[in-house]
């Protein structure tokens, strides 16, 4: 009896522990979950995210003195339109159609676009 037992036990540790190690390789490594989001998409308001991106990489050029392209983005009312029409996305995004902006360089980092595209998706509020 004693033997069948620890047969029994040997038996479920090694089911446990082949669970384990194949479990744990069935997990997607691409994002991380929201709660432990290291980019930033939890935030993804305007004033908390989307006006300091853009006055880090766009409003040198697009703002109330220099509107290149017709384009203010130092203020929310030209932000929100150029938001919803899709320019702001397919231009940082550089997708084709949309000119490509910041022109001349490296696209802005995919984690602070996603923080732009949820705030949009989200009805690009005054938040």
């Given at each position: 009896?004693?033997?069948?037992?620890?047969?029994?036990?040997?038996?479920?540790?090694?089911?446990?522990?082949?669970?384990?190690?194949?479990?744990?390789?069935?997990?997607?490594?691409?994002?991380?979950?929201?709660?432990?989001?290291?980019?930033g998409?939890?935030?993804?308001t305007?004033?908390?995210?989307?006006?300091?991106?853009?006055?880090?990489?766009?409003?040198?050029?697009?703002?109330?003195?220099?509107?290149?392209?017709?384009?203010?983005?130092?203020?929310?009312?030209?932000?929100?339109?150029?938001?919803?029409?899709?320019?702001?996305?397919?231009?940082?995004?550089?997708?084709?159609?949309?000119?490509?902006?910041?022109?001349?360089?490296?696209?802005?980092p995919?984690?602070?676009i996603?923080q732009?595209?949820?705030?949009?998706?989200?009805?690009?509020?005054?938040?």
């Open positions: 009896m004693k033997t069948t037992v620890k047969l029994s036990l040997i038996v479920s540790f090694i089911i446990t522990a082949l669970l384990v190690v194949t479990c744990k390789h069935e997990i997607p490594l691409t994002d991380p979950p929201e709660d432990n989001d290291t980019c998409t939890i935030v993804f305007y004033s908390g995210a989307v006006a300091p991106l853009l006055t880090t990489y766009c409003t040198r050029c697009h703002n109330a003195t220099t509107t290149r392209g017709g384009i203010n983005l130092s203020n929310y009312d030209g932000v929100k339109t150029v938001a919803l029409n899709g320019r702001l996305l397919g231009s940082i995004k550089k997708e084709t159609g949309y000119k490509p902006m910041p022109p001349g360089t490296t696209k802005v995919d984690c602070q996603r732009i595209e949820k705030w949009v998706l989200a009805g690009a509020a005054n938040n």
